[in-house]
């Protein structure tokens, strides 16, 4: 029995004996070293230090409710300056539902010598939203120097998804530790391998769990190997994230349990998610999920109110595009993601409202029952963690969108605008990989939308004064589309009409004299075609020379090329291209003097091209053509200086002046 | 059993009813009430009832057509409660324009929240809401609600603003029922006065609107208080808990809020003790205040707990001694504790802390329109932030200037006004000089001080963010500085005067353009744009409240080998109107020009058909502050 357990703990991990020397910490006592310590070796700037913090994972069995698993968390954080004051206000949170905590008690030890109990009623128990509550406390007698301590219980009804644990912080951390005491029937799976300090694995007998029928003495409890398991990192800086980042969290180290099988003396191994084929039989199984679009009485009534518009169209595609704009006529979204529906379609198109998988498993819903084939395609969105493929851990996604295909291409379908259309998933969620919970071929998919295109074309006259008549007219495509249509809608004034706050910024003083869209009932929904018309100061005059500043509307934005060092990657949510022509009359007699020579600038690996080309097509009219086309969304931080230097001179093009003289 | 089920459905009947037909009656709108709207509030009812010195219910009932998207959240219906308040009635249902409804609030998608405000950490107070799924329009939306109310959340007097910006109202009510032996006391604005009558024990009070257009939300108009239909109430005569109260003058509220704070300001005998310590040697009672002020900012810190009475009873001197936390009352009480054991006299001040009260408080009607308590010092005429573990000594913030206060003195309360903004307080003095180096390089230097309300910003930045990368980022990410690689970077907060100080250097690689013989250089690296929004018709008056000035100087060195083409200012800039006044000018100095700018901001009412002038003096402004020099190499003579 033992090889056995021996065997399933080293099929667990790979196992790293190296004795290491951990603190010792008593909860409520604090060493003269901790309590005289002013500031953080290495960083004296840091307002507050983690002295220790543990997670300890343990499991409890009872032989009416079965198997629970309790989480000890003991905190310990040295307040160095005021500005960390308010790390001494804690809130817990838990959802009674699943969780409760207890056991919660608190110190603070004084700077000067002492330590204060946080009295028990001084620790407040909330009730929140639904079935959430909340521990609130927080400390007496806060100063610079003091440290705030605490400890609670966390008992979970469900084994499968212990709490993740991370190391780093935005704090310095001096000793973070996650330790686990893990019954050898439960065969766990971790997520990441940071590198550890600390990796210690052994095996540890220990009373637990079901009293089995085992011999001739029933009813006895063993004592079995645990895995006993203690993962520790030391001196860890503070964490500091970075513009254009996505998935920043994922560099965070840390540890992300999930349970894979259970197997129980004399019984057969019963996995749990054993691969996605497993997963998603069991998803499809699930009544928020699989059963509410796939059986109609979950969706009767929405399949009648939509029928009429879906069957009469004669395409597969036609259907589709029914379909998805039925349901964002008629159900809007809640602002809330999920990957599981909260009611059924027929109650979601009854209340108008739902969240992100509740409005995309109506969809699917009515897909199905019109014969499209269509599957749910589940996603973790943007900066909510990289998609995760090697083991079917679902608690990695947060968001439900629609796969199906066209003419046989993918088509990615999410509902919740309509100024959306159908192939365009929110920005969100182009977190570049997404798993479609297909029942028959479960898969892993890129997320590939295409490149969005703006094409903008400026009529630009210019007086003698250096005021300018410009007409705009810009043609937009998929995200940029969407974004002009949605700004337009939802403008609050006309400084905040599409296009006008990029030009305000680059010439405060421009003046808008008309905007409007042509927006034919038969247009795609992924086109916008605008037109704005402005008056602007384009051009400074000075004696016989008019300078002309004809980017009115620059393509890329300096933030980029403002860190020095990048730690993590850069990631830009879709692709696109943004072309800018601008044709430039001057008032009779001036003539080019001097422009910028035509530039192409070109990323080694082609991924990102600039073309900027000024031409004098005739007197007095002068042309300039200006493109920025990105094609990859994700570059390496090794990559950072490239690509920052192709930033820094495409926002040197954009500022570049041209020069007029006038010809005497 | 049948009668009360049968009673139910009637009036359930009767508020779809209703709603269809107002539904339908949006079809029948004249343009007057469509214009600039979009909401159109149909009908309008609200009831208060005083049913003791200590209890009210509040019945509020309307139906409001979403004429676009673009109304203010009015899809969603919320309605408070806590402790000492209940929701009996929360009924909504919405139809579309042809009256068919297509929502109706049930227990799935109502939902209970607590809610605590930012600067809280604990509170009691819960909304109830549901938002009505409107997806296309218009849409019509029919509530009532009704809340009980006692002890202090009957303090939250029911004042009625029936109409808000971008709406337009068909009809309104106001009925309140008040017993006779209580007096209701009101405040209106652009309402008539009410119809009172007698019913039985209770007097009524009636104000009605009808057909009021929309008035077009615009930036920097008047708080809409002032410019709306409102009438504020209040009760003569209230009890809460053991404590009674009026509202029939400054002077009873004010002995109200001091009956509640009574005896709450004992100190422990250690902390008396060190309070002596403290002041001892202090030569003024200005040096007294000032130690214990720091005192108390050292030893203490701000937690906002609102816990029942404890929304408006601070927590006792001795409480936050022992905890050395509390919020504003409670900080403001121990202060004003500690100056009384070294006898020095202060008041705890009522005040509404906001860039903008949102209700100008007025001699002649006493209201609770206050969020905040600071303490006031009259031997020194100098007001304390108790709140602050950084403000220097009787620094009050923007948030609090220029605007009515209540003084909780031991004879009453006393209205007051706090000192008003002067622009010579607030601003700031920068100095940058840059260097043009080779083709494209510009050394920069800056050096810069801020005061007065300039500085809070800077002074905040200080305390929470100690880590020089932390601040570096955030200074550059607001336009403050250029970049974040530079060097000499210092950072000073003046301990004892509303002052913060800063240098950095850099090299900075992109701030000239080369073209030809020709170098563009934009001589002002923090260039005033602020321009407000045009207008072609503007209804408000402006009611701007920027009080600032901004003196920069900026030398611009560069090689003998260059000389300016153009930008150079033969004569000084100046242009003025009632907000403001912008000189510029420019010299020639030994290594190249220096360019000095002086721009006060000051608040002034603007009439709204001078908005065309307001906003040409600040695209003057910008225009002015967008100086490009073009540099060309030097001709020979």
Same mark, same amino acid.
């Given at each position: 029995?033992?090889?056995?357990?021996?065997?399933?703990?080293?099929?667990?991990?790979?196992?790293?004996?190296?004795?290491?020397?951990?603190?010792?910490?008593?909860?409520?006592?604090?060493?003269?070293?901790?309590?005289?310590?002013?500031?953080?070796?290495?960083?004296?700037?840091?307002?507050?230090?983690?002295?220790?913090?543990?997670?300890?994972?343990?499991?409890?069995?009872?032989?009416?409710?079965?198997?629970?698993?309790?989480?000890?968390?003991?905190?310990?954080?040295?307040? /160095?300056?005021?500005?960390?004051?308010?790390? *001494?206000?804690?809130?817990?949170?838990?959802?009674?539902?699943?969780?409760?905590?207890? &056991?919660?008690?608190?110190?603070?030890?004084?700077?000067?010598?002492?330590?204060?109990?946080?009295?028990?009623?001084?620790?407040?128990?909330?009730?929140?939203?639904?079935?959430?509550?909340?521990?609130?406390?927080?400390?007496?007698?806060?100063?610079?120097?003091?440290?705030?301590?605490?400890?609670?219980?966390?008992?979970?009804?469900?084994?499968?998804?212990?709490?993740?644990?991370?190391?780093?912080?935005?704090?310095?951390?001096?000793?973070?530790?996650?330790?686990?005491?893990?019954?050898?029937?439960?065969?766990?799976?971790? /997520?990441?391998?940071?590198?550890?300090?600390?990796?210690?694995?052994?095996?540890?007998?220990?009373?637990?769990?079901?009293?089995?029928?085992?011999?001739?003495?029933?009813?006895?409890?063993?004592?079995? &190997?645990?895995?006993?398991?203690?993962?520790?990192?030391?001196?860890?800086? *503070?964490?500091?994230?970075?513009?254009?980042?996505?998935?920043?969290?994922?560099?965070?180290?840390?540890?992300?349990?999930?349970?894979?099988?259970?197997?129980?003396?004399?019984?057969?191994?019963?996995?749990?998610?054993?691969?996605?084929?497993?997963?998603?039989? =069991?998803?499809?199984?699930?009544?928020?999920?699989?059963?509410?679009?796939?059986?109609?009485?979950?969706?009767?009534?929405?399949?009648?109110?939509?029928?009429?518009?879906?069957?009469?169209?004669?395409?597969?595609?036609?259907?589709?595009?029914?379909?998805?704009?039925?349901?964002?006529?008629?159900?809007?979204?809640?602002?809330?993601?999920?990957?599981?529906?909260?009611?059924?379609?027929?109650?979601?198109?009854?209340?108008?409202?739902?969240?992100?998988?509740?409005?995309?498993?109506?969809?699917?819903?009515?897909?199905?029952?019109?014969?499209?084939?269509?599957?749910?395609?589940?996603?973790?969105?943007?900066?909510?963690?990289?998609?995760?493929?090697?083991?079917?851990?679902?608690?990695?996604?947060?968001?439900?969108?629609?796969?199906?295909?066209?003419?046989?291409?993918?088509?990615?379908?999410?509902?919740?605008?309509?100024?959306?259309?159908?192939?365009?998933?929110?920005?969100?969620?182009?977190?570049?990989?997404?798993?479609?919970?297909?029942?028959?071929?479960?898969?892993?998919?890129?997320?590939?939308?295409?490149?969005?295109?703006?094409?903008?074309?400026?009529?630009?006259?210019?007086?003698?004064?250096?005021?300018? &008549?410009?007409?705009?007219?810009?043609?937009?495509?998929?995200?940029?589309?969407?974004?002009?249509?949605?700004? /337009?809608?939802?403008?609050?004034?006309?400084?905040?009409?599409?296009?006008?706050?990029?030009?305000?910024?680059?010439?405060?003083?421009?003046?808008?004299?008309?905007?409007?869209? =042509?927006?034919?009932?038969?247009?795609?929904?992924?086109?916008?075609?605008?037109?704005?018309?402005?008056?602007?100061?384009?051009?400074?005059?000075?004696?016989?020379?008019?300078?002309?500043?004809?980017?009115?509307?620059?393509?890329?934005?300096?933030?980029?090329?403002?860190?020095?060092?990048?730690?993590?990657?850069?990631?830009?949510?879709?692709?696109?291209?943004?072309?800018?022509?601008?044709?430039?009359?001057?008032?009779?007699?001036?003539?080019?003097?001097?422009?910028?020579?035509?530039?192409?600038?070109?990323?080694?690996?082609?991924?990102?091209?600039?073309?900027?080309?000024?031409?004098?097509?005739?007197?007095?009219?002068?042309?300039?053509?200006?493109?920025?086309?990105?094609?990859?969304?994700?570059?390496?931080?090794?990559?950072?200086?490239?690509?920052?230097?192709?930033?820094?001179?495409?926002?040197?093009?954009?500022?570049?002046?041209?020069?007029?003289?006038?010809?005497? | 059993? #049948?009668?009360?089920?049968?009673?139910? +459905?009637?009036?359930?009947?009767?508020?779809?009813?209703?709603?269809?037909?107002?539904?339908?009656?949006?079809?029948?709108?004249?343009?007057?009430?469509?214009?600039?709207?979009?909401?159109?509030?149909?009908?309008?009812? +609200?009831?208060?009832?005083?049913?003791?010195?200590?209890?009210?219910? %509040?019945?509020?009932?309307? !139906?409001?057509?979403?004429?676009?998207?673009?109304?203010?959240?009015?899809?969603?219906?919320?309605?408070?409660?806590?402790?000492?308040?209940?929701?009996?009635?929360?009924?909504?249902?919405?139809?579309?324009?042809?009256?068919?409804?297509?929502?109706?609030?049930?227990?799935?998608? #109502?939902?209970?929240?607590?809610?605590?405000?930012?600067?809280?950490?604990?509170?009691?107070?819960?909304?109830?809401?549901?938002?009505?799924?409107?997806?296309?329009?218009?849409?019509?939306?029919?509530?009532?609600?009704?809340?009980?109310?006692?002890?202090?959340?009957?303090?939250?007097?029911?004042?009625?603003?029936?109409?808000?910006?971008?709406?337009? +109202?068909?009809?309104?009510?106001?009925?309140?029922?008040?017993?006779?032996? #209580?007096?209701?006391?009101?405040?209106?604005?652009?309402?008539?006065?009410?119809?009172?009558?007698?019913?039985?024990?209770?007097?009524?009070?009636?104000?009605?609107?009808?057909?009021?257009?929309?008035?077009?939300?615009?930036?920097?108009?008047?708080?809409?208080?002032?410019?709306?239909?409102?009438?504020?109430?209040?009760?003569?005569?209230?009890? %809460?808990?053991?404590?009674?109260?009026?509202?029939?003058?400054?002077?009873?509220?004010?002995?109200?809020?001091?009956?509640?704070?009574?005896?709450?300001?004992?100190?422990?005998?250690?902390?008396?003790?060190?309070?002596?310590?403290?002041?001892?040697?202090?030569?003024?009672?200005?040096?007294?205040?000032?130690?214990?002020?720091?005192?108390?900012?050292?030893?203490?810190?701000?937690?906002?707990?609102?816990?029942?009475?404890?929304?408006?009873?601070?927590?006792?001197?001795?409480?936050?001694?022992?905890?050395?936390?509390?919020?504003?009352?409670?900080?403001?009480?121990?202060?004003?504790?500690?100056?009384?054991?070294?006898?020095?006299?202060?008041?705890?001040?009522?005040?509404?802390?906001?860039?903008?009260?949102?209700?100008?408080?007025?001699?002649?009607?006493?209201?609770?329109?206050?969020?905040?308590? !600071?303490?006031?010092?009259?031997?020194?005429?100098?007001?304390?932030?108790?709140?602050?573990?950084?403000?220097?000594?009787?620094?009050?913030?923007?948030?609090?200037?220029?605007?009515?206060?209540?003084?909780?003195?031991?004879?009453?309360?006393?209205?007051?006004?706090?000192?008003?903004?002067?622009?010579?307080?607030?601003?700031?003095?920068?100095?940058?000089?840059?260097?043009?180096?080779?083709?494209?390089?510009?050394?920069?230097?800056?050096?810069?001080?801020?005061?007065?309300?300039?500085?809070?910003?800077?002074?905040?930045?200080?305390?929470?963010?100690?880590?020089?990368?932390?601040?570096?980022?955030?200074?550059?990410?607001?336009?403050?500085?250029?970049?974040?690689?530079?060097?000499?970077?210092?950072?000073?907060?003046?301990?004892?005067?509303?002052?913060?100080?800063?240098?950095?250097?850099?090299?900075?690689?992109?701030?000239?353009?080369?073209?030809?013989?020709?170098?563009?250089?934009?001589?002002?690296?923090?260039?005033?744009?602020? #321009?407000?929004?045009?207008?072609?018709?503007?209804?408000?008056?402006?009611?701007?409240?920027?009080?600032?000035?901004?003196?920069?100087?900026?030398? !611009?060195?560069?090689?003998?080998?260059?000389?300016?083409?153009?930008?150079?200012?033969?004569?000084?800039?100046?242009?003025?109107?009632?907000?403001?006044?912008?000189?510029?000018?420019?010299?020639?100095?030994?290594?190249?020009?220096?360019?000095?700018?002086?721009?006060?901001?000051?608040?002034?009412?603007?009439?709204?058909?001078?908005?065309?002038?307001?906003?040409?003096?600040? !695209?003057?402004?910008?225009?002015?502050?967008? %100086?490009?020099?073009?540099?060309?190499?030097?001709?020979?003579?």
């Amino acid at each position: 029995m033992i090889r056995d357990f021996c065997t399933l703990v080293f099929c667990l991990m790979t196992i790293q004996v190296a004795a290491q020397s951990t603190p010792e910490v008593s909860f409520g006592r604090v060493t003269d070293e901790e309590r005289a310590l002013m500031e953080v070796p290495g960083d004296p700037t840091a307002d507050a230090y983690v002295l220790y913090d543990r997670l300890s994972l343990d499991f409890e069995y009872s032989d009416s409710d079965g198997p629970s698993l309790t989480e000890r968390h003991h905190r310990r954080v040295k307040l /160095l300056k005021p500005s960390s004051f308010d790390r *001494a206000n804690i809130t817990l949170t838990f959802n009674r539902e699943y969780a409760e905590i207890s &056991e919660v008690e608190a110190f603070i030890h004084l700077p000067g010598g002492g330590s204060l109990p946080v009295p028990a009623a001084q620790i407040y128990r909330e009730k929140l939203e639904g079935t959430r509550e909340a521990f609130k406390f927080t400390f007496p007698q806060v100063s610079e120097g003091a440290i705030v301590e605490y400890r609670y219980l966390e008992r979970r009804k469900n084994i499968l998804i212990p709490s993740s644990y991370t190391f780093q912080e935005d704090i310095p951390v001096r000793w973070a530790q996650y330790d686990a005491m893990i019954p050898p029937y439960y065969r766990y799976v971790s /997520l990441t391998a940071p590198r550890l300090d600390v990796n210690e694995v052994k095996l540890t007998p220990r009373a637990w769990g079901p009293r089995f029928n085992t011999g001739a003495y029933n009813g006895g409890q063993q004592k079995i &190997e645990h895995s006993d398991i203690l993962w520790a990192m030391r001196d860890l800086p *503070a964490f500091r994230n970075q513009p254009y980042s996505n998935n920043a969290g994922d560099y965070l180290p840390s540890v992300r349990l999930q349970l894979q099988a259970v197997q129980y003396p004399g019984s057969p191994e019963r996995s749990i998610f054993s691969n996605w084929k497993e997963t998603v039989k =069991e998803l499809q199984d699930r009544q928020d999920f699989g059963r509410y679009y796939r059986n109609k009485i979950n969706y009767n009534a929405l399949w009648k109110a939509a029928e009429p518009l879906i069957a009469q169209q004669a395409s597969e595609g036609e259907k589709i595009e029914a379909a998805y704009a039925f349901i964002n006529r008629n159900i809007s979204w809640n602002g809330n993601y999920d990957m599981l529906a909260s009611k059924t379609p027929d109650q979601v198109f009854q209340s108008k409202s739902g969240n992100s998988a509740d409005l995309n498993i109506a969809l699917l819903s009515l897909l199905n029952e019109a014969g499209v084939e269509a599957h749910p395609l589940l996603v973790s969105l943007r900066n909510t963690g990289a998609p995760i493929e090697q083991y079917p851990l679902l608690h990695q996604f947060n968001h439900l969108m629609v796969y199906t295909e066209a003419d046989g291409k993918p088509l990615l379908l999410d509902t919740g605008s309509a100024d959306r259309p159908a192939g365009l998933p929110r920005e969100r969620a182009l977190n570049h990989r997404g798993w479609v919970a297909d029942k028959s071929d479960p898969r892993w998919i890129s997320l590939d939308v295409p490149s969005s295109r703006q094409v903008m074309m400026l009529d630009v006259d210019v007086a003698e004064s250096g005021e300018a &008549e410009v007409v705009v007219k810009s043609r937009m495509l998929d995200y940029f589309a969407f974004d002009g249509r949605t700004a /337009l809608n939802q403008r609050k004034s006309d400084a905040e009409a599409p296009m006008v706050p990029a030009i305000l910024q680059v010439m405060p003083e421009a003046r808008v004299t008309s905007f409007s869209a =042509e927006e034919p009932d038969d247009a795609p929904r992924n086109q916008f075609t605008y037109e704005l018309r402005l008056t602007a100061p384009v051009a400074q005059a000075v004696d016989d020379h008019l300078y002309i500043q004809p980017i009115l509307l620059p393509l890329v934005d300096g933030e980029l090329a403002d860190v020095d060092t990048r730690s993590f990657p850069i990631d830009f949510p879709y692709p696109w291209q943004q072309r800018y022509v601008a044709n430039l009359r001057l008032p009779a007699g001036y003539a080019l003097e001097e422009a910028p020579a035509p530039v192409r600038l070109r990323a080694a690996d082609g991924s990102m091209t600039a073309t900027y080309q000024v031409q004098e097509v005739s007197p007095g009219h002068v042309s300039v053509v200006y493109t920025v086309i990105l094609d990859r969304t994700l570059y390496a931080a090794d990559e950072y200086p490239a690509l920052r230097e192709m930033f820094r001179r495409i926002t040197e093009l954009q500022t570049s002046p041209l020069i007029f003289k006038k010809q005497l | 059993m #049948i009668r009360p089920c049968l009673l139910f +459905l009637f009036i359930w009947a009767g508020a779809q009813v209703q709603g269809q037909s107002e539904a339908l009656g949006v079809l029948a709108l004249p343009d007057s009430l469509r214009q600039n709207a979009n909401s159109v509030v149909m009908a309008h009812d +609200l009831e208060y009832r005083v049913t003791s010195l200590r209890s009210a219910t %509040i019945l509020e009932r309307w !139906v409001v057509t979403l004429l676009n998207s673009r109304h203010d959240r009015e899809d969603l219906i919320i309605a408070a409660y806590d402790g000492e308040s209940k929701i009996n009635t929360f009924e909504v249902a919405a139809t579309d324009l042809f009256g068919r409804e297509f929502f109706r609030a049930k227990k799935g998608n #109502i939902q209970d929240e607590r809610v605590t405000s930012e600067v809280s950490f604990l509170e009691d107070r819960w909304v109830r809401y549901t938002k009505v799924p409107c997806t296309a329009y218009p849409c019509t939306i029919a509530v009532e609600i009704e809340r009980k109310l006692t002890d202090f959340a009957a303090m939250a007097f029911p004042h009625w603003s029936p109409v808000q910006r971008d709406q337009s +109202l068909v009809k309104s009510t106001f009925t309140a029922y008040v017993p006779n032996e #209580i007096d209701l006391l009101y405040a209106s604005s652009l309402v008539a006065d009410p119809q009172v009558s007698v019913e039985g024990k209770d007097r009524i009070y009636r104000w009605t609107l009808e057909n009021i257009p929309a008035q077009p939300s615009e930036p920097l108009a008047p708080v809409a208080t002032e410019t709306l239909p409102y009438v504020r109430v209040a009760l003569g005569d209230f009890q %809460i808990e053991n404590y009674r109260g009026s509202f029939s003058d400054w002077s009873r509220f004010g002995s109200f809020i001091g009956s509640i704070m009574t005896g709450r300001d004992q100190l422990p005998d250690q902390l008396a003790a060190e309070v002596h310590a403290v002041v001892e040697g202090a030569a003024t009672d200005r040096e007294r205040v000032d130690r214990l002020y720091r005192f108390m900012q050292t030893r203490c810190r701000y937690v906002s707990v609102q816990l029942g009475i404890g929304g408006w009873q601070p927590f006792s001197a001795t409480y936050v001694d022992e905890n050395r936390y509390g919020d504003c009352k409670a900080l403001s009480n121990y202060m004003g504790a500690m100056l009384k054991e070294v006898g020095i006299a202060s008041y705890p001040v009522l005040i509404n802390s906001s860039d903008v009260p949102y209700y100008a408080i007025r001699e002649d009607f006493a209201t609770s329109a206050f969020n905040h308590m !600071v303490l006031y010092v009259p031997s020194e005429e100098m007001y304390l932030e108790c709140t602050s573990k950084h403000a220097p000594t009787g620094y009050l913030g923007e948030s609090t200037l220029d605007r009515g206060v209540l003084w909780i003195t031991p004879e009453g309360g006393r209205l007051a006004r706090t000192p008003s903004l002067v622009p010579s307080e607030h601003g700031h003095l920068r100095s940058v000089t840059q260097t043009l180096d080779g083709d494209n390089a510009v050394e920069f230097e800056l050096s810069a001080t801020y005061f007065g309300g300039a500085q809070e910003l800077f002074r905040e930045l200080a305390a929470y963010f100690g880590s020089t990368q932390d601040r570096l980022d955030w200074l550059h990410r607001n336009n403050f500085l250029p970049d974040v690689s530079g060097s000499a970077f210092t950072y000073t907060v003046a301990e004892d005067a509303p002052e913060v100080t800063l240098a950095y250097n850099t090299t900075l690689n992109s701030r000239v353009r080369k073209m030809g013989s020709r170098r563009f250089f934009a001589l002002n690296p923090h260039p005033y744009t602020n #321009i407000p929004d045009p207008q072609e018709e503007r209804r408000l008056p402006v009611d701007y409240r920027t009080t600032r000035f901004l003196v920069d100087t900026v030398r !611009v060195h560069y090689d003998e080998s260059l000389e300016i083409e153009s930008g150079l200012l033969s004569e000084a800039l100046v242009y003025e109107h009632a907000v403001g006044e912008y000189r510029a000018e420019m010299r020639a100095t030994d290594e190249g020009l220096l360019w000095i700018r002086t721009l006060l901001l000051r608040p002034a009412l603007v009439p709204a058909e001078e908005f065309p002038e307001f906003r040409q003096f600040f !695209v003057d402004v910008a225009k002015a502050e967008s %100086i490009q020099l073009v540099f060309r190499e030097r001709r020979t003579k």
